[in-house]
């Protein structure tokens, strides 16, 4: 009886300080702050009457050697995509190769080209994922670098037409930078029976042979959002404590394009977290609403340097912009990770998942207000009394909120 007395003293004491420290949370976020334009004209715009004279969108940038380097989707009069190259000291003012980098040559890519790039680092090696395009099938493809310039090509890593809900092309790999579970993740883009474009998820060992992990869309478009007929990856996620963040690109039922952020699980890249109930980023500009393709902002690259997100986009199919947000706290991470042991140091506690509860899982609610059941939007709130639910697991998870 004693022992009952003294756990159950324990497991009330953890309890009323888990409660504290989630209405701490309340005021914590994600990685950056509100979005706004560094540049009000594009940072690149076609050229000349060659490879790039229709269109330069769509990029992946990465800060590499002291420098931005930028592969960006250029079209031609034929409408046929290469990637060009560029470099900047500053992330806003870029100085371009005067040829390609990677151009069409496989049967996969004939005609149509290579197209939106999307960039990953393990180790010395860059991974490229791009979409092959043969004027008949977009297909997910992957290319290796050691410098961003010269470039082995893996082939198709998903082929159209082909999954357990796909019916479509497949596009839009996005890599999450570090092993979860021991495998690699990586969010993509598929078409789904009803003909709209939603997100997949898959997971490899070897980053070429990839098994998609779930049986319908991880990401679901929504009925009247923004997202309302695509949900297609952006950029590579971002790793916080609290989990994957990974921004991405919607459009409603008009095709207008918006960017939205949704988190996934640290622990299980399957399990959605939080999305955005309205878009944080969307076509204002005359060059945003007027181009190849009217009302379009499209974000594949993302750099985090000097206090701030900078975020590449591609604006009406036709030109590269780039928009910024400050590091909203700590964002890195690293800076995530020391604060947390600063802090769990200061409270002289264990991690909660050392705590022993016999009976009892404490669900302590993410981000934007979770049950165990439902997914709410970024920013609700919860009250302290929905913060407990009660079930027959040994464990404790800890999360903290976010706001929009």
Same mark, same amino acid.
């Given at each position: ?9 324990? !497991? ?20 950056? &702050? ?9 940072? *690149?715009?076609? =050229? ?14 990465? !800060? ?10 250029? =079209? ?6 290469? %990637? ?37 680092? !393990? ?15 977009? =297909? ?13 090509? *893996?082939?198709?890593? %998903? ?47 070897? *980053? ?37 963040? %990974? ?26 977290? &939080? ?16 181009? =190849? ?16 997100? %900078? ?66 939007? *970024? ?8 913060? !407990? ?16």
């Amino acid at each position: 009886m004693r022992n009952r007395s003294l756990r159950f003293s324990r !497991f009330a004491a953890i309890a009323l300080l888990t409660i504290c420290t989630v209405a701490a949370g309340a005021g914590a976020s994600l990685p950056f &702050a509100r979005w706004q334009r560094v540049s009000q004209t594009p940072i *690149l715009s076609p =050229q000349g009457t060659g490879w790039e004279s229709a269109g330069v969108f769509n990029p992946a940038v990465f !800060f590499y050697d002291g420098k931005y380097v930028m592969l960006y989707r250029a =079209q031609d009069a034929h409408g046929t995509s290469r %990637l060009g190259y560029a470099e900047s000291e500053d992330g806003v003012h870029f100085v371009r190769d005067p040829e390609p980098v990677l151009s069409p040559e496989a049967e996969y890519e004939k005609d149509g080209g290579v197209e939106d790039p999307r960039l990953q680092r !393990f180790g010395d090696t860059f991974y490229l994922t791009y979409t092959g395009y043969n004027k008949k099938d977009a =297909q997910l493809c992957l290319a290796t670098s050691r410098d961003l310039r010269h470039w082995e090509r *893996l082939g198709v890593i %998903l082929p159209a037409h082909k999954g357990n809900w796909n019916v479509g092309w497949t596009k839009s790999g996005a890599i999450v930078p570090e092993k979860i579970d021991g495998k690699y993740w990586m969010y993509w883009l598929g078409t789904a029976a009803d003909k709209t474009d939603q997100m997949g998820l898959s997971y490899s060992t070897d *980053l070429t042979h990839w098994t998609e992990a779930t049986s319908a869309p991880v990401l679901p478009r929504r009925a009247g959002k923004f997202d309302a007929r695509v949900v297609e990856p952006g950029p590579a996620p971002i790793i916080t404590r609290d989990g994957i963040v %990974l921004i991405y690109n919607g459009a409603d039922e008009k095709l207008v394009y918006r960017t939205g952020v949704a988190v996934f699980d640290l622990r299980d890249p399957r399990t959605l977290l &939080a999305r955005s109930e309205n878009a944080v980023f969307g076509p204002e500009l005359e060059w945003e609403k007027t181009g =190849q393709v009217s009302n379009v902002v499209f974000v594949e690259g993302m750099v985090e340097k000097g206090g701030r997100y %900078l975020f590449y986009y591609g604006g009406a199919d036709k030109y590269v912009g780039v928009a910024e947000a400050k590091i909203n706290g700590a964002a890195s991470s690293r800076h995530l990770e020391r604060e947390r042991k600063k802090k769990d140091a200061n409270l002289n506690i264990r991690h909660y998942n050392d705590f022993p509860v016999p009976s009892f899982r404490v669900w302590i609610l993410s981000m934007a207000g979770l049950s165990k059941r439902s997914v709410r939007p *970024l920013g609700q709130a919860i009250s302290a009394q929905s913060i !407990f639910v009660a079930g027959p697991r040994p464990k404790w998870t800890r999360m903290s909120l976010l706001e929009s």
